[in-house]
């Protein structure tokens, strides 16, 4: 399923975080542990996952250092920072809030399950 542009732009940032929050990783990998993560559901491309990790580093959220690999090959490794970890909670918290209110518009939250239209 193909989500809109403005949609996945919303969540990105903190689905991203929310995958760093378990570890650092390269791109590629976070990329991969995304998709995996949620079937298959979210994923970023190249062109949107780079500029996202840009951004978040610019805004303290990420740090960001290369390290070799066992092949001698570079690689440039993310971390969620304390800031990072503080805007996630946050974020969290919100998702949740905005979630329960898009399932309850659509009948599916917890107030419909106790006969409460």
């Given amino acids: 399923m193909q989500f809109e542009r403005e949609l996945l732009k919303g969540v990105a940032p903190v689905v991203v975080l ?13 990329s991969d542990a995304l998709s995996h993560r949620s079937s298959g559901i979210l994923s970023l491309g190249r062109g949107t996952l780079y500029p996202l990790l840009y951004n978040l580093e610019a805004k303290g959220l990420v740090a960001a250092e290369w390290e070799e690999n066992e092949h001698a090959r570079k690689r440039r490794y993310y971390s969620i920072t304390s800031s990072g970890k503080a805007e996630l909670a946050a974020k969290r918290e919100q998702w949740m809030a905005l979630q329960q209110g898009v399932n309850l518009v ?3 939250g917890f107030l419909n399950l106790a006969g409460i239209s």
């Avoid at 929310?18 to 976070?30: A, P, Q, T, V």
């Fill in 18 to 30: 929310e995958i760093l929050s378990r570890g650092k990783m390269y791109g590629y990998e976070l």
């Fill in 106 to 108: 659509f009948g599916i």
